[in-house]
Every structure is written in C-alpha cells, then in structure tokens.
C-alpha cells in the first residue's frame, strides 16, 4: 500500500471489522476496479415529485386480483404509496384472501373478480393471477373502464398476450401498464442513457443469469389444489423459468441495447428436483440479433451462486447490473470518458474506479452507500407508483376531456392525450410487455423443444 | 286597404327584426384549439400552468359575417359566451407535486370549474392591418368568487366555419380577488411564497356546431 492510500485509509477510520460488517457487492466491486453508476441525487432545490410520492397525485382506488405470494407483496408495497388505497381484493381461495385482508383491511374481499369489476369505486386493478389466467381478467378489467397493470409476463402463449396488448392499446381512455418494473427504475433510466451514449463502446454480447436454490413448489393444502397451486412446474400453465423470471432480465438488455432478437436457442431440463414437474429447473438461451450480438442467458433453481445479474460487453468497459446498483469495468485502452476527470477517484488495492456519488470521496462513504441502498424504492414499488400516477394522470384527463368534447372522437382524444401525457411516469407500455413475452415464450419453447427458433415478424405485431 | 298593407309591412318588419336580434349561429369549442396559461411568479423561479381545455360555447349574432373576406361592421355585437375551464385540467410547469397543490388552494373538489360568461362585447374599430380587437365585459368566476373584468379579444375568422378568440396582450388577475391565498409550500424543506398576480392569456378555437352546418 502506498502513502495515499494509507492516508486514505487511516483517514477514513474504516476497521477490518466495519468494513466487512458493512462490506456488500457495491465494496467488493469497487475494490475490483468497478466504477459505480448511480443516477444523479436530486438537489434540495427541485421539488420532489419525482422521487417523494406523498404529493404526486390524487389518489387510486386500486384492487389486487390474485392474492398469491407476489401478490400480497404488491399489496405490500401499495401500502407504502399513500395515493393508492386498496378498496378491493380478489382470489378463489379464501386462505389467499384471509391472509391480503391483513395487508390490506379496509379492503373488501371478493371470490370472483368479475364481481369486483362491478364495484364502480375501483378504478384500477393490479392483475397478479397465474400468467395463464390473465387473459380473461384484463380484456374483463378493460372493458369495465379500469386502469389495468398486468404482472409480467402477460399470458403464457403468443396469442394470449396478443390479444392482452390488443386490448390494452385500443382501450384509450384507461392506463394500461405491463409488469416489466425494471422499465420504471429510475436508476435503470440512468443506465439507459449511459450506455446508449456509447460510454462501454460497441455493444459485443451480453449476459445475464439468476441462481437461487429454491424449488419453486408451494405447499398445497390438499391434492386437489396441488396443480392450481403450482402452476409454475407444469407445461400447460407455465411460462417456465424464462418467461417467469428471465424476462425481465432479458427486457432490459434488449431495451438498453435496443436489439431485436432474430433467433432463440435453447437447453434445459430438471436436473435437481424428481417430482413430477415438467418445467425445466435450469436452463440456459442464447438469443441471436440480426447485428450478431448475443445475449446468453442463464437460470437455475439448483445451486445460488453468484445469485442474479446482467453484463453488457463493450469494446470499451463492461456494464454489471445487480439490482439496483451497476459498475463499469474499463478497458486498459478505452479512451477517456469526460466525466471521468470530474469524478472523484479511488484507489483499492490494485485497481481504481470512480464513483459517481456526491459524498464518495472516501471509502467510508461507500460503506455508508451500501447501508443507503436498502432505503431506495424498490423498481416493484416505483412501477406501482408510476401506474397509479399515470391511472391519475389519465383517468382525470380523460374526464376533463369528456366534459368538453366529444369522446367519441377517439383521434381526437389521443392526440389530446399524447399532449397531456408528455410528462407521465416511466412505465412499461402493452408493446414492452407483448415483445418481452413473445421473446419470453418463444424461448420457453426453445428449451422444450430443444432446437432454435427462428422469429418470425408476423409474431412482433400486436 | 293602404292601412292593411302599413300594418302587414309593419309586422314583417317586426318578425324581421325580432328575428334578428334573436337568431344566432353557434360555435363548439375544438380540441386541438384550446388553451389558457397562466404566468406566474414565486421566490423561487416564475411559474406557469395551462390547460389544453376551454368548453362551453360562443352564440354569434347570425347577420355577423363569417366570412373573413367581408369586413366586420363596428359597433357593439350580440353574442353569447359561454366558456368553463375544468380546474383540474391545469398543469404547472413544476410538476404533478405542485398540480396538487394549486388544486389544494383553488379547492378544486368544492370549485371543479373555473367559468366565464359575456356581458358586453364591442366591436370600436377595424385596423388597416391584423385581427380586430373586441372590447369585453364579462363575469368570471373562480373558486365560485365572482368577478366582473375587461378584456381586448383579438378575434379572427379562420374559415367560414371557424373562429379564434385569443388575448394578444395577457390580463393580469389577483389569487387574492378570488379568495385564494398564493400558495407557500414548503417543498423539500425550502418554503416557497407565490407571487398573487398572475398573468393570463388564452387562445379558443370554435368551429360551427354540426347542427348549424346541415
């Protein structure tokens, strides 16, 4: 260690132990050389609407349909979100519905959605059922007049989907959000940027993966349920692993890159669990895009190393995504990015990064970051937000439209409301979700029926 | 018999006029035409909120030419003006944060909207060059305060079947004439004061109502 860097660390008071006590991904990567990407603070100056919620519009009455796991979770977080009272919930199974009634009490519990979609007092629905069941219930929700935000992906086969973003693109007067959350993360948006600047270089492949020892089954209190509760393990149901979980990782890719897969192929099987599913618990696709970049991506259920990310690969740095958090890795020859000279430099063991953090002149700093990053709104919590905002925005547009003109002129109205929107929240629209679930799916088809797929245009069109 | 026809002649004459004063050809607001601003200002920055929205409707006395060919007489014009602005339709330049609270202030729940309608309208002068310039008097009332104001409305004949009403030099209004305080937020811990005039302007394009067109 140099004088510097002993002063550096003399100066900063960082022992051993707080910094392993504190130590997360962001250190070790910093440590590695990686320079930390983090959107911008907001400066006390400008008003918080963008990142307080409490005054950013008039509340949603929102209601959750499917009470699963991920749906209590959304349930969860619209608790946080004080302009999105839950006045309604919806499951076929009274267990599912006992347990939301305690996230959400002054909700009121319904066994059949279509009951639900009669209460005029809902205004948006947040459908969270099984991917197989969301067909019905959104085209449903739709037709009611309700703001829909439709988990991702949006059905498990092609024409399911089509008919979803059909639905959802001719259905002007309401918001329609896919679940594709990492589209509203504002940190995900700074990424975007960056890495459309050509900051890494030419884009040469990337890679994503998610490993977690989980078996993916959910107890089921009778045979009978057994299949209804685990939907995710059997072809009929299942979007499998890919279409489950990938998509999002591989959404992201495609949308920071903005490439368009021309092929898919694909391998997996059950490898680790032997009961009687039928979904692959690990697998493995490579998407092909007409420049020749690909994106290999893998999963698996079976071991939880290294757990999930996502790497872009340039000519000039690579990109490391995890979670909320992202690193660039540069190149010996890359040449010098301008903003690297305004940036605050480290040095950590044998490699230097910069971070890009107002208070991350020191190491201290970046132990204090790490401890900052589990206060950040999750991208779940801020596609919530962003729908319920745009349910707002849209839905008293709409109205106030209408108190004026002629509804009925749907031309009209769009453009009206192309105008008004200009300024609505980062959101997946029914085009993001429809792409990323064909590519999803035919993936999924790829992986079991173990040959590549080519894509063809006809699919892309909504 | 000449009394018959004086009397005959004299009751046309009267429907006639009667007619006249009565009869007018109605205008419907158009979507893409609307749109109201108002400027604003505050310790911080100068602020603005518009609305794309302005409805209601504008009555024309019928012997009005519409054609912008044919010279307008002067003189005064009678008209109905009828316009409503839905509160909430008015979006500031500073975001959704502070759309909710102008809402707030304007208590747009008890007051949803912000209405005009014509008392006088006049028409002095025709200039050599540009639209004319109607003299104004209506009533508007906001925050359900009511208020008498003036206003020069240029006013031009885009077709014959469309007009444009629009103010060439904004009206300054008072928050405090209509009983609503200017805002002082405090927003990320820096108190903000708003400043109680504002500065309106708006332009209204209106195209004959279908019914008048068949």
Known sequence: ?462 | MKTTIKIIALAVALTVTGLNAQEFVRFSPQPQGCKVRMEGTSTIHDWYAESAIIGGSVELDKNLPLDPAVKLPTGKINAKVYAKIPSRSLKSSSGRAMDVIMYEYMDVKQYPTIEYRLLEMDLPSIPARGNPILKTVGELVVHGVTNKITMDVGFERIAKDKIKFYLPVPITLKMTDFKINPPNPNIGGVGIKTGDEVKVTFEWVLSLSTEEQK
């Not at chain 1, 619209?78 to 006992?98: E, F, G, K």
């Not at chain 1, 905002?389 to 547009?397: C, E, F, P, V």
């Not at chain 1, 029914?430 to 699919?459: F, M, P, R």
């Open chain 1, 1 to 462: 260690m140099n004088d510097n860097n002993k002063n550096q660390f003399e100066n900063s008071k960082v022992t051993r132990r707080n910094f392993l006590q504190n130590a997360s991904f962001a250190t070790m990567m910093a440590m590695l050389g990686g320079i930390e990407l983090r959107a911008a603070e907001q400066t006390q100056a400008q008003p918080q609407q963008e990142s307080s919620p409490t005054k950013r519009g008039t509340p949603v009455n929102c209601a959750v349909i499917g009470c699963g796991v991920w749906g209590r979770e959304i349930l969860t977080t619209l608790s946080q979100i004080p302009t999105a009272p839950v006045v309604a919930i919806c499951d076929n199974y009274q267990p599912m519905l006992n347990r939301s009634k305690k996230l959400a009490p002054n909700a009121e519990a319904f066994d059949d959605y279509k009951k639900l979609l009669e209460k005029k007092e809902v205004q948006a629905v947040i459908v969270a059922t099984p991917s197989h069941l969301h067909k019905n219930v959104v085209i449903d929700a739709l037709k009611a007049g309700k703001h829909v935000y439709c988990e991702a992906p949006l059905a498990h086969t092609v024409e399911d989907a089509q008919a979803i973003a059909k639905a959802a693109q001719e259905a002007v007067k309401v918001n329609f959000q896919s679940g594709l959350q990492l589209r509203s993360d504002k940190q995900r948006h700074f990424l975007l940027q960056f890495i459309r600047s050509g900051a890494a270089g030419q884009a040469i492949k990337a890679r994503a993966q998610w490993h977690k020892k989980e078996s993916w089954t959910r107890v089921s209190p009778n045979p009978d349920r057994q299949k209804e509760t685990n939907w995710r393990l059997y072809k009929e149901t299942s979007p499998g692993l890919i279409g489950e979980i990938g998509i999002h990782q591989i959404d992201e890719i495609l949308w920071f890159l903005m490439a368009k897969p021309k092929s898919v192929t694909g391998f997996g099987g059950v490898l680790f669990y032997k009961d009687d599913r039928e979904v692959a618990d690990t697998i493995q696709a490579v998407f092909q895009s007409a420049s020749g970049l690909t994106i290999d991506y893998e999963a698996t259920l079976g071991n939880s190393f290294d757990a999930d990310y996502e790497v872009i690969y340039g000519s000039d740095a690579a990109i490391m995504v995890r979670g909320q958090k992202a690193w660039m890795f540069k190149e010996a020859d890359a040449p010098l990015l301008g903003w690297e000279v305004y940036a605050k430099k480290e040095t950590f063991y044998k490699d230097s990064g910069v971070v890009l953090r107002a208070d991350a002149s020191k190491i201290i700093s970046h132990t204090e970051g790490a401890s900052k990053e589990s206060s950040e709104p999750t991208p779940l919590y801020q596609a919530l937000d962003a729908f319920v905002y745009n349910s707002d925005l849209i839905g008293t547009a709409v109205e106030d439209y209408a108190s004026s003109f002629d509804i009925k002129d749907t031309a009209a109205l769009k453009k009206f409301l192309s105008e008004e929107l200009k300024n609505k929240a980062l959101a997946a629209t029914a085009e993001d979700g429809y792409l990323a679930t064909v590519y999803a799916l035919k993936a999924n088809e790829s992986i079991e029926k173990k040959t590549k797929i080519d894509i063809q245009k006809e699919w892309l069109q909504i």
